[in-house]
């Protein structure tokens, strides 16, 4: 029970974070950009993706043809000559306005997050310190496996990635403190 009030401490601890990052401190937005001339870009899209919902890597090279030499050499030629993008495309967009659905499936993942977490700083065994540093731990092996790929292959802003760093370390290291705080709590009742 500890672990799950916990958990829910800490989902909704960062679950704020989350927002004063985003709508304070602009986190959520650095690296970037607008387009120089988005409505030409919009239009291209529906012309050069058609109808089918993903995420497109151009220039592409087709799996089919990655054993053909010549192939391979084309694209890499293209790659080097042509403008690099990385799409999540959706052929019929969305209100981004409307972010009621999106607040939700946000506050379960920071819920759903805090709770493995609270069950890893349960494992830890007593102590805050300990506790803090297994949230820190858990936060840097997810920013490496996760975000420094993206920058790695895909070509993300190494600006987004630093920022998606500090959002994750701040954020869960002020849900761990309250979730270390929480854990101690209990057991420091039970040494009474």
Do not use: C
């Not at 790659?79 to 409307?98: C, F, N």
């Not at 819920?111 to 540093?133: C, E, K, N, S």
């Amino acid at each position: 029970m500890r672990v799950l009030v916990a958990g829910l401490i800490g989902g909704i601890v960062m679950f704020i974070w989350g927002v004063a990052a985003h709508m304070m401190l602009g986190l959520g937005q650095v690296g970037f950009k607008l387009p120089a001339d988005e409505n030409v870009v919009l239009s291209s899209l529906h012309q050069g993706l058609g109808e089918h919902a993903g995420v497109y890597v151009l220039p592409a090279l087709d799996p089919k043809t990655r054993k053909d030499p010549a192939q391979v050499i084309a694209y890499a030629q293209k790659a080097i000559r042509s403008p690099y993008a990385w799409v999540v495309y959706q052929p019929q967009g969305t209100d981004m306005t409307r972010m009621g659905p999106q607040i939700g499936r946000q506050w379960a993942s920071d819920t759903l997050g805090a709770l493995g977490l609270a069950f890893m700083m349960g494992l830890a065994g007593p102590g805050f310190r300990r506790r803090i540093a297994v949230a820190a731990v858990a936060v840097s092996f997810a920013w490496l496996s996760t975000l420094v790929p993206y920058w790695n292959w895909y070509r993300f802003p190494t600006s987004l990635i630093q920022a998606a760093l500090v959002e994750q370390l701040i954020g869960w290291l002020i849900a761990g403190a309250a979730m270390a705080w929480w854990l101690g709590r209990g057991e420091r009742q039970q040494a009474h």
